[in-house]
């Protein structure tokens, strides 16, 4: 079926939001109850980002809460890791449990704050499990061989490569593989990063994912696709040569950051359909549908 933009695009925008905002865009993704859930980042007035979850039956249209649902003052203990923000929010449900990784933001840089749910109301934040500088990590939502596993993209001088690592616990990682590594000369160029929770199939793990590449003064985002092995998750198994979303439209191509598509969640139906939330722009959120089958063959 391809990738289908949704023909009422954006599905949300700051005009959505019932409180005074920047901007809201870059959503997790889950179903609880029975409900399609997005954790929205929400740019205050002051630049500072937090959580705001929002709430739809269809997956198309979304009611915005009334009030903030996670914001750095909810840290307490963690407050000084992400004072400036909290940001970019993937969502993976382990048995009864929604777990929660995040960009915190502070003087000390970007790291991964980890957080706990069961109902979106109440979170128990477990701090930093990674140190800075660190982002754009997701948990499988199983173990496998025994171990959970989590990826994500440190900064390291030059380098933007993702990394995959193993847990007991899901606190104390290791373990530690070099997963995958830009493509040079290609949209991929300048950097990458995971952009979703992992999706288990039959043929192993898809997971959407983020490259950069330099243009002009300014840089482009698009995201593609991967298939990761199912019982040795630090393999490759292949990936799409060619971006699967890339800003083509003026909600993808102006706003807060020009010329950016960047999703943090995705949701596979019954059926095998998949929708996919992504930003334009860093101000908005919009979806995209596609089918497990057609990102399996693409990957191949």
Request: with cysteine; hydrophobic share 35%.
């Amino acid at each position: 079926m391809g990738i289908i933009k949704y023909s009422k695009n954006p599905i949300l925008t700051k005009k959505d939001v019932p409180f005074n905002v920047n901007s809201i865009f870059n959503a997790g993704s889950t179903k609880i109850n029975d409900k399609y859930l997005l954790m929205c980042r929400v740019e205050m007035p002051n630049g500072r980002s937090s959580f705001v979850k929002a709430v739809s039956d269809n997956g198309y249209d979304f009611t915005v809460d009334s009030k903030l649902t996670l914001t750095p003052q909810d840290h307490k203990e963690h407050y000084k890791y992400v004072e400036w923000g909290i940001e970019d929010s993937r969502i993976t449900k382990i048995n009864d449990s929604y777990y929660l990784t995040y960009t915190g933001y502070s003087k000390y840089m970007p790291l991964v704050i980890l957080a706990e749910t069961k109902d979106f109301s109440t979170f128990k934040i477990f701090g930093p499990i990674t140190e800075p500088s660190n982002k754009d990590c997701t948990i499988f939502p199983e173990k496998i061989d025994g171990m959970y596993w989590k990826i994500d993209r440190p900064n390291a001088e030059h380098r933007r490569d993702i990394w995959i690592s193993s847990s007991p616990d899901l606190l104390h990682w290791g373990n530690y593989k070099v997963l995958m590594e830009p493509a040079e000369g290609t949209w991929e160029n300048d950097k990458i990063g995971s952009s979703s929770q992992p999706i288990k199939t039959k043929d192993g793990w898809l997971l959407l994912y983020h490259g950069v590449r330099g243009f002009g003064i300014s840089s482009l985002y698009k995201i593609g696709v991967v298939l990761l092995d199912l019982q040795k998750p630090w393999i490759v198994k292949g990936k799409s040569q060619e971006p699967i979303l890339s800003p083509e439209f003026n909600y993808e191509r102006i706003g807060d950051v020009q010329n950016v598509v960047f999703s943090c969640g995705w949701i596979d139906e019954p059926d095998g359909k998949v929708k996919i939330y992504y930003s334009g722009a860093d101000s908005n959120i919009c979806l995209a549908e596609t089918s497990i089958d057609y990102l399996l063959t693409i990957c191949k």
